[in-house]
């Protein structure tokens, strides 16, 4: 089991978009930098946002603030102060491997939109679904498997599928906080809402 670095974690995900990008990478890679020196070497630091799409909260999408530290980082890894590296590749370095165990592989339900022809779909248990074979962690939350007790099982995405059925629809989303924007062009006529614990 690996813990992430929640306050470097926490910093990526809620506080950086709110700084200049040169001093959030500053403070990203001297965290990092500082971790290396209390804990020593043959330790991982992990990285792991909390479900959120961080990037929305960004200027520019992020693309300035990730820019900088996939930079610094492999600086630091040529100069030979820090090792970047998946989880898998830690455990096979550092003698792990034999003791993990992989996910069991599940046939999960998704949705199969492309090149499908939805106008005239009203429900969305009548989308076009298709199963796809993928690794899921049996229960994740506080040692539950279903901590919602929801019928579909744990952690369903929100679904909002925005449909242009009028001239000069609403150009604003569905859902409050999304912080992005809908351009006129693009107006929508009806959204119907689908969160996989029902709540729609």
Not at 17 to 39: C, H, K, M, Y
Request: charged letters at 25%; hydrophobic letters at 40%.
């Amino acid at each position: 089991m690996f813990f992430r670095d929640w306050v470097l974690s926490d910093k990526v995900g809620f506080q950086y978009s709110g700084w200049d990008p040169e001093s959030a990478v500053e403070d990203f890679v001297n965290t990092i930098l500082s971790v290396r020196d209390q804990v020593g070497g043959g330790r991982i630091l992990v990285i792991a946002l909390d479900g959120e799409n961080a990037w929305e909260h960004y200027p520019n999408d992020a693309i300035e603030f990730l820019t900088g530290p996939y930079q610094k980082l492999s600086e630091l890894q040529s100069q030979g102060l820090i090792r970047t590296v998946t989880i898998r590749e830690y455990l096979e370095n550092y003698d792990g491997k034999e003791k993990a165990e992989a996910f069991p592989v599940a046939e999960v339900p998704v949705l199969d939109l492309k090149n499908k022809d939805i106008s005239t779909i009203t429900d969305y248990s009548d989308l076009p679904m298709k199963y796809v074979s993928q690794k899921f962690p049996e229960g994740s939350w506080a040692g539950e498997d279903n901590p919602w007790n929801d019928p579909n099982g744990f952690s369903l995405q929100i679904i909002e599928v925005y449909i242009d059925t009028v001239e000069d629809g609403c150009a604003m989303w569905a859902s409050v906080g999304s912080n992005v924007e809908i351009a006129d062009v693009d107006a929508w006529g009806v959204c119907p809402p689908y969160c996989g614990l029902g709540l729609w």
